[in-house]
């Protein structure tokens, strides 16, 4: 015996098994070899050859790899019977890896539907959140922006009107630098300001941000070429003629010249030199749209428009923005509380400019989007919801595909069961082919979702591709993606996996491949799921049915003013450095020269152009000056030349139109709209009452007042605004509006001719007519709605193929009794009826939540929408017809076939 | 590598042999090896390194048992008996393997007897 032991041993070595189980072992074995030595001695064979054969016959190598894990598994019955083989955890991933593949790629029919629905759901996230990744989570690339701030001054008391956030002075910017201590940097910006700028020979209109020097070292950003401002760039007004290039505008408009360093531009007809390229993606801190260039505030005076120019020196010139970088240690709470003792010393000090007003600070990931930001959110949130639940509709769909097959598969589980197959081992074997699916259906869906976010991001408007937010696809979106794959096949594998695993064996190996009986409760799941489906698309399309209708409602809005045939030339006269008699000369001649043009019948100039109308606040009526001690008056100022009422199509309620009389020398006059005359003249005629502008030093007397227009959105609530004529208030940048006889873009090249003779170097780049203002104004809603159509339109979609592949499936089970039904007399209709009933059953119940939860959720909308009511009946109507249409048609094709059934062929097949 | 369902299929045929064969008397190893290929003909063959292990897996699980039995005018040997769980497994998989076999049959057309 101790010669076998010694063998087994030698050949065994490295088993890690513990030692007495190891010696028990080896007895056993050397027992067999024994019995085996014997036998075939006694077959004839000599002892050394009996030996040799004995121990060579067995495979130690197979042996070391088996026995450990017998003994790992420890005794007792509380595995469960019929434990699965148990290798180490990734050997067995890798097993039901291999096992999974190909199980797909034997069903490609159903792998390919499978997927497919699940690329479709994923890729809607996808795009979606690439878009909410972008604008909302992660909207400026700069270097830790949790600890920025922006810093602006408001109203120390709000009201309604005025609580608006406002600039800041650069001298108030400066003392509150220099007094606070809790940045560790605080710079400043302007908003993006249109500018002229000449590259080689064309003038061409762009976007600059004055900014501190500070401003980039603030943010943590750095050039992607040259260098940004010095300390010493940043000390002397008009001595530092230097720009930095945003990235999108050095390769859009330089080619990406790699020698543009040292170049020589003008702005303004300044000459500029550029030292630097701003990081790729870096657009400024207003995330929705960035300037091309940055200039350094100490040109100011140079690049800003006529009336801003001291904005260096004067406290009520309020364009900057704070940026600042709080100190280590101190939290907003508490920087805010030293700016308010800040804006407190200020105001005592400068009650000139600085009464009533305080510093407020926000988090520059709030500040970001300045007003856009509840709509952004609240549309953002919408959408993220609504593709949400087309994904939860595809993944209904796809378990309801897995329970399908798995009834196809239950004998090939059931045996796996009556092999020895442990239940626990089993699910992760279908859970692992359902993540496989997920991350199929990812991988297809993350494709599907970059596809979508570009061609949705090249919806933007052209005309400002180069200073709007860039879409970034980046790690978050990935792991978002990734995520969202294993989440969904998770979620759709989990039911089917367990329920498959829960197969009885004896009964599954007892019963036949088409009896019925035993998958009702899987056809009972199944429609609950196709209930629930039914419900969230309705809601879908619901909402979709909404906002389609009130945007179409926005369409019909009258803005109060002419837009069909009306053109828009935006011209900055100032920035080609004309002085003021020059630039009034221009608008002269302009006026005079473009009027000859054939099929213009009027045109006027103005400051401000349709709806996107400037607010002032400071507004002093006189004989209310009192107000200003505790709310301001804030009104839409707008500069026009004469006709601008005829021209747009304004109607006059009282009092007269601006005339040639109304000049430098004579009385300054006014004209309001309707609303500030009821605002602030209740029950008055105020013609003849008397108005100081904002910072204004003479009272304006009022001569007319006419019907209230849209200023700044479509639909919204009326708003003060008060028209201050072009020959008293001069203005170095002016929209000129043109009335046309016929469509207003056939005029375009006429208009830019006529400018082009008065003046070459005047970029004339930005037209539009007035349809197209509507149009812009309604770009983000527009976009919106077809989102939300896209999406309602795959919801109903997935479901309508989710109906028709389960009242098919069910037809199919159901096959022999409908057999039975027919040779008993049943007629094909009443067959049809059987089954169309089964299934439009399960859609009316899905309706009547959908119903419910749209009514619901309507209610929460209504807010959003214009001219439609959340319960609106129209939407609910025609979103619950489309509805039962389709729903209709998935449930009466396997109505007919299941009519078609020959009960002989039915019954034979039992 | 052999699909999982094979090597199931085939492992679970293995412990229907073996439960079966210690059924109604205890058996050594050896013993148990010599009697599936003797019944099969020579058919089914049990390596050492297949045998042993399933033997002690069916022994943790709780269906067989073994113990070191000495006979007289015999070497020491490892007995394994059946135990009242193996039994159930037994019974349930005997009645499994002929379900199995007879849908088998009935997909495949070849009739058993």
Not at chain 2, 22 to 33: L, T
């Amino acid at each position: 015996m101790s010669k076998w032991t010694a063998a087994i041993r030698k050949r065994l070595e490295g088993l890690k098994i513990p030692p007495e189980r190891e010696a028990e072992i080896i007895d056993e074995l050397a027992s067999h070899l024994q019995d085996r030595y014997e036998e075939l001695t006694a077959e004839g064979a000599t002892a050394e050859e009996a030996y040799r054969r004995s121990i060579e016959e067995v495979n130690y190598t197979d042996l070391l790899e088996e026995l450990p894990a017998t003994v790992r598994m420890g005794p007792g019955p509380t595995i469960p019977a019929g434990a699965a083989k148990s290798g180490s955890f990734f050997a067995d991933l890798i097993i039901d890896l291999r096992y999974a593949a190909r199980m797909l790629r034997k069903t490609p029919g159903f792998t390919a539907v499978a997927a497919l629905t699940l690329a479709l759901g994923i890729g809607a996230n996808t795009a979606v959140f690439t878009i909410i990744d972008t604008l909302l989570l992660n909207p400026l690339p700069v270097e830790k922006i949790s600890e920025l701030v922006a810093l602006n001054s408001t109203q120390a008391k709000k009201t309604e009107q005025s609580g608006d956030l406002q600039g800041i002075s650069y001298l108030n910017f400066k003392d509150v630098r220099d007094r606070s201590h809790a940045f560790s940097s605080l710079a400043a910006d302007t908003n993006p300001l249109a500018i002229t700028m000449v590259a080689t020979a064309e003038p061409h209109r762009v976007f600059m941000e004055v900014v501190t020097g500070n401003y980039f070292e603030t943010l943590g950003i750095h050039p992607c070429l040259g260098r940004f401002f010095l300390p010493s760039e940043d000390t002397t007004p008009g001595t530092a003629p230097v720009v930095v290039l945003g990235y999108a505008a050095w390769q859009g408009r330089f080619g990406g010249d790699p020698n543009i360093l040292g170049r020589t531009i003008k702005l303004n007809n300044t000459p500029f030199t550029i030292i630097g390229v701003g990081p790729k993606g870096f657009k400024g801190l207003y995330a929705v749209f960035g300037p091309d260039l940055w200039v350094p505030s100490m040109m100011a005076e140079q690049v800003l428009p006529a009336g801003q120019g001291k904005a260096l020196s004067d406290r009520s010139i309020a364009v900057f923005n704070g940026v600042g970088r709080l100190a280590p240690g101190v939290t907003l709470p508490h920087a805010q509380a030293e700016a308010a003792i800040v804006a407190t010393s200020l105001e005592k000090e400068y009650p000139d400019s600085n009464q009533g007003k305080a510093i407020m600070l926000r988090p520059l990931r709030e500040a970001a989007y300045g007003p856009e930001r509840q709509p952004l959110r609240f549309g953002g949130g919408l959408l993220m919801a609504i593709v949400g639940f087309v994904l939860l509709i595809a993944c209904s769909n796809v378990a309801n595909l897995l329970l399908a097959r798995a009834s196809a598969r239950r004998q090939e589980i059931a045996v796996r069961l009556a092999l020895g197959a442990g239940r626990g081992r089993l699910i992760r074997q279908l859970l692992t082919e359902s993540v496989l699916l997920g991350l199929l259906g990812g991988i297809l869906g993350f494709l599907m979702g970059y596809g979508g976010s570009r061609l949705l991001w090249s919806l933007r408007p052209a005309e400002f591709a180069l200073n709007l937010a860039e879409l970034r696809m980046n790690g978050s979106v990935f792991v978002f993606a990734l995520v969202a794959a294993i989440l969904t096949g998770l979620i759709f594998g989990i039911v089917p996996a367990l329920r498959s695993s829960r197969t009885s064996v004896s009964e599954v190996l007892k019963e036949e491949t088409r009896s019925a009986g035993a998958s009702r409760s899987r056809v009972s799941l199944a429609n609950t799921l196709l209930a629930a489906q039914v419900a969230v698309s309705l809601v879908l399309l619901v909402v979709a049915a909404l906002f389609l209708r009130s945007i179409q409602r926005e369409y019909t809005i009258d803005p109060g003013f002419e837009t069909k045939r009306l053109a828009l030339f935006m011209l900055y006269p100032g920035q080609a450095g004309y002085d003021r008699t020059r630039t009034e000369e221009f608008y002269k001649q302009a006026r005079e020269r473009i009027a000859t043009v054939p099929g213009i019948s009027s045109l006027t100039w103005a400051s401000n152009m349709p709806l996107w109308e400037r607010k002032d606040t400071g507004v002093v009526i006189e004989g209310q000056e009192q107000r200003r001690k505790s709310e301001e008056v804030s009104a839409v100022v707008n500069t026009v030349d004469l006709d601008y009422f005829s021209t747009l199509g304004i109607r006059f309620v009282e009092g007269r139109d601006f005339t040639l009389e109304d000049g430098d020398i004579s009385t300054p006059v006014a004209i309001i709209n309707d609303t500030m005359a009821a605002t602030y003249w209740p029950k008055q005629d105020p013609i003849g009452k008397r108005l100081q502008l904002p910072n204004g030093k003479k009272f304006l007397q009022i001569v007319g007042v006419v019907k209230t227009t849209n200023y700044q959105t479509l639909g919204e609530p009326p708003q003060s605004c008060l028209y201050i004529p072009l020959r008293q208030n001069y203005s170095d940048s002016m929209v000129l509006y043109v009335r046309t006889e016929r469509d207003p873009s056939t005029i375009f090249p006429a208009v830019q001719g006529e400018i082009r003779n008065l003046d070459s170097a005047l970029p004339v780049e930005d037209m539009r007519t007035g349809t197209k203002i509507i149009e812009q104004a309604l770009w983000g809603a527009k976009i919106g709605v077809g989102l939300l159509g896209v999406f309602g339109l795959l919801a109903l979609g997935l479901a309508a193929v989710g109906l028709y592949g389960i009242m098919a499936y069910s037809v199919n089970q159901r096959r022999r009794e409908i057999g039975v039904r027919m040779a008993l007399g049943a007629g094909q209709g009443s067959v049809s009826l059987l089954v169309l009933r089964q299934g439009m059953t399960v859609v009316l119940s899905g309706m009547a939540i959908g119903v419910l939860l749209a009514l619901l959720l309507g209610r929460v909308l209504a807010r959003f929408l214009y001219g439609v009511s959340g319960g609106d009946l129209v939407s609910l109507g025609t979103a619950a017809l489309v509805l039962l249409g389709v729903a209709f048609v998935a449930c009466y094709l396997p109505a007919r076939s299941a009519s078609r059934v020959d009960p002989l062929v039915a019954l034979r097949q039992s | 590598m052999e699909s999982s369902v094979e090597h199931e299929w085939k492992k679970g045929s293995a412990e229907l042999l073996i439960l079966s064969l210690v059924e109604d008397q205890p058996r050594h190893g050896y013993d148990i090896g010599k009697l599936i290929e003797r019944r099969s003909e020579g058919k089914l063959h049990f390596h050492v390194a297949s045998l042993y292990p399933l033997l002690y897996r069916l022994e943790n699980r709780g269906w067989i048992q073994g113990r070191w039995v000495e006979k007289p005018n015999q070497r020491r040997r490892r007995y394994y008996r059946l135990t009242g769980q193996g039994q159930k497994v037994l019974a349930q998989q005997r009645r499994s393997w002929r379900q199995f076999v007879d849908a088998v049959g009935r997909v495949t057309g070849v009739e058993h007897v």
